[in-house]
């Protein structure tokens, strides 16, 4: 039975303008070209606005600007993509679990799990680890010593915390995830390697997200640290000793090495790479797999790497690129013989 | 016990050309350099055409083009490759499989596990899900609800199908794979992040292949969409919506940002890159670590990057790239000071 | 209860000069900024020489070269990163440990399970394999079929050894990491693929580490193989039959395709990208998110790739790259009409 609510429920609830029959009945949300007239849609994204006049959406949540373009009832917001993110949160189903502890859980006698948590199937917790009153620990986690999980959070399935993770309140870690990993260091000693023992911990702010397959090392001495509303996509690597500033958001498969600070309300593109030791100010946005070598200090919009070439452009440009250096200087000294080497 | 074969009996099964003793006894497979006279080798790639006058492998497989250098017995072949496959598929050792449901295995109530579909040891199966004949769930396996494993499909061992998951007839899921974790969507509202609910699902066409630790999320509104015959390595990452076209192979750490739509016949590069809201159209390549950035209309190889250099070579080289715009400018003001700018 | 010692007793043991009090007490390790008159700091990379004149530590392990400028007392190293890891050690709080077998892990009837090995909760061990003395095979892990766990190894948990893994001794593989897996074997034939089997396995080497979600496919014809003392970051790439010397490090999200071989001594990079079925000699260094294409025949440092810029700037040179070749050409028929093409 899905729920059903009406469009003027949802313009009070959410404080948007109505231009419809506020009685109409909603049953759900979908896309501009999908919707029907039970669902609400939206458009936020310029590049779907060609879909706005045909829709057949109940209602459409947009900016005032759109609303002339559209064929029907709409939601006038400031902020459409989030308003709509509010309503559709009305219709995601709700998703089983098992109260209390499964049977198939192992809880070390040290641990304490609140009341309201949930410990799914074939869960393990370790000694000295709080999983905190509607915390949730999915099918498949590992948790080790010494980590809490906090108030709401949830890991979803299969997430490991290794030791010392501290997760805040309202956190959402997905499968596969590994927090608290020792971080990766090694000492060359006359030809081979001396392993670095890893000390320290991993905090995880409130209202984090953390992907699928996500690993965050935690610290040598002291912890890996990310503040509250950090956002973190898929496969996302995170080395010991990080610091990620709130409210910053990183596309998938980005990487960060050991000891770097980002900032807050930084924006990391999908496949981007950090080098360690390194800070980053407030408030940079890092296009799609770049690569950053040096400290920025500056907000703003960074970016590395080449555009996209058909093949055979690209072989000779690239052995062009080889020879640059060579070929400037080649050129400074006949165009400007005293100037610049 | 290994099994054996005869030269003769691969000849006729596999419609190949044979020059040789029909009756010679083989009984397993191996590479040129490694072959002895009771197995067979292969010669695709022209790299190892070196390796070929010296085999001592019982037969090689080959084209037409290569027989002559043969030392042997040879089985020409118009698709080396693809005939060797079909012959080593005979000499894989079977993989034991505990029939029906594990009794450490947990099975919600709701699930449908159907006649001699395997469900592993710690493997949990949620409410509303279909394991079908023949499927495999494997150890430590996590299914979710509302997912359906098609006939003969593997999921070889702690797969995650996190909910509305729809894996087709014969595929083969890796370990450490996630289908069906959230889709990465948050919208920037006031400062912080609200999360946009998920509500779509994954769909798996027949004959996929999904690689280990490989991630594809399910759909916002809508469904992430494999078509059948697609095969994708280790550790790649499919945004939210992203649609691949049938037989379309990507290499790994390869990676699709939300709502990107591929055609069929294309090859995707190791680690590279396609950003979201695009299309490429069918037969495609991608050189590997390539960004690609726009949509693609032409079929071809496309690639971005740049060539490796000596440390000090890149360094110069990098450096004037930094300049180039400016020094392209003052040249061209010196060699066309009326034409391009 | 924190072990104790004194700053005599970590001299005599590790071989340091001590310049303080033999007597002092050591309760532990921290940063240069953090440690107190109890701890023992280190000072090995430069670019926190700032941090030594103010430290509290206790004593500092450092070079001689820096010891003048040291508030307190020192331990004086010629190599204080891995000297300092040694004393580090000491401190390392133990890790629970069931010993035996846990009752809700699964272990065949063919498989051996040795005297002192510890087998935790919810693990699975296949038939024929074999886990020495020893060695840990830690919560959730799956070990499948024909597998060797090495004495005093330890797989953290959730790693999944599939089938022919044969880890040496005193190997560390943390949580996700997925070995032996299917190599990445297609082939396509009249527009379809057809599966090539893997029928070889991987061969761990003694003393190596192998980091959190990383994956190393099993060979398709012999092994693929790790030589002893690689360490091997986070989610990290090996391609089925590559073949890495010992002593190698890479750092996290590098990736290397089939059938390569890389030398003893390597540093490769995170994010860097080797091709495959190439060669790359003893002690090279590549550089963070290169690709490396071809073989690399001498020892040395190699890159590529372009370095960051900001937007604008980065946008106006990606242009004038894309038609580097045609500038090139037309610069060089203005200069040298006769000369380069």
């Given at each position: 039975?899905?729920?059903?609510?009406?469009?003027?429920?949802?313009?009070?609830?959410?404080?948007?303008?109505?231009?419809?029959?506020?009685?109409?009945?909603?049953?759900?949300?979908?896309?501009?070209?999908?919707?029907?007239?039970?669902?609400?849609?939206?458009?936020?994204?310029?590049?779907?606005?060609?879909?706005?006049?045909?829709?057949?959406?109940?209602?459409?949540?947009?900016?005032?600007?759109?609303?002339?373009?559209?064929?029907?009832?709409?939601?006038?917001?400031?902020?459409?993509?989030?308003?709509?993110?509010?309503?559709?949160?009305?219709?995601?189903?709700?998703?089983?679990?098992?109260?209390?502890?499964?049977?198939?859980?192992?809880?070390?006698?040290?641990?304490?799990?609140?009341?309201?948590?949930?410990?799914?199937?074939?869960?393990?917790?370790?000694?000295?680890?709080?999983?905190?009153?509607?915390?949730?620990?999915?099918?498949?986690?590992?948790?080790?010593?010494?980590?809490?999980?906090?108030?709401?959070?949830?890991?979803?399935?299969?997430?490991?915390?290794?030791?010392?993770?501290?997760?805040?309140?309202?956190?959402?870690?997905?499968?596969?995830?590994?927090?608290?990993?020792?971080?990766?260091?090694?000492?060359?000693?006359?030809?081979?390697?001396?392993?670095?023992?890893?000390?320290?911990?991993?905090?995880?702010?409130?209202?984090?997200?953390?992907?699928?397959?996500?690993?965050?090392?935690?610290?040598?001495?002291?912890?890996?640290?990310?503040?509250?509303?950090?956002?973190?996509?898929?496969?996302?690597?995170?080395?010991?000793?990080?610091?990620?500033?709130?409210?910053?958001?990183?596309?998938?498969?980005a990487a960060v090495a050991?000891?770097t600070?980002i900032g807050?309300?930084c924006l990391i593109g999908g496949g981007a790479g950090i080098v360690g030791h390194i800070e980053i100010c407030?408030r940079v946005t890092i296009n799609a797999m770049s690569m950053v070598s040096h400290a920025i200090r500056e907000p703003g919009t960074y970016a590395s790497g080449t555009a996209l070439q058909e093949n055979d452009l690209w072989r000779r440009n690239a052995a062009r690129l080889r020879r640059l250096d060579e070929f400037v200087r080649r050129v400074n000294a006949r165009l400007n013989p005293r100037e610049e080497p």
């Open positions: 039975m899905t729920p059903a609510t009406t469009l003027g429920e949802l313009a009070d609830r959410f404080g948007l303008v109505l231009a419809g029959d506020p009685g109409a009945a909603i049953r759900g949300v979908a896309t501009l070209r999908d919707a029907g007239p039970d669902q609400i849609a939206f458009l936020a994204n310029p590049a779907y606005r060609a879909q706005l006049p045909t829709t057949r959406a109940g209602a459409v949540v947009l900016r005032e600007t759109d609303r002339e373009a559209a064929p029907g009832a709409v939601l006038v917001s400031r902020n459409p993509y989030a308003d709509f993110a509010r309503i559709a949160a009305l219709f995601e189903p709700p998703v089983p679990r098992h109260a209390g502890v499964h049977p198939s859980a192992v809880v070390d006698p040290d641990a304490v799990v609140e009341d309201g948590a949930s410990v799914g199937p074939h869960a393990s917790i370790g000694p000295r680890t709080r999983i905190a009153r509607g915390a949730i620990v999915g099918p498949g986690c590992v948790v080790g010593e010494d980590c809490v999980v906090g108030e709401g959070s949830e890991l979803v399935a299969r997430v490991t915390l290794v030791r010392r993770v501290r997760v805040g309140r309202r956190v959402r870690i997905h499968p596969g995830a590994v927090l608290g990993a020792d971080g990766f260091g090694i000492a060359m000693d006359q030809g081979a390697w001396v392993k670095v023992p890893q000390l320290g911990g991993v905090v995880i702010g409130d209202d984090c997200e953390i992907g699928a397959n996500t690993t965050i090392d935690r610290g040598a001495l002291g912890d890996t640290v990310l503040e509250e509303d950090v956002r973190l996509d898929n496969q996302i690597q995170i080395g010991h000793n990080v610091v990620i500033g709130a409210h910053t958001a990183m596309a998938g498969c050991g000891s600070r807050r309300w407030d």
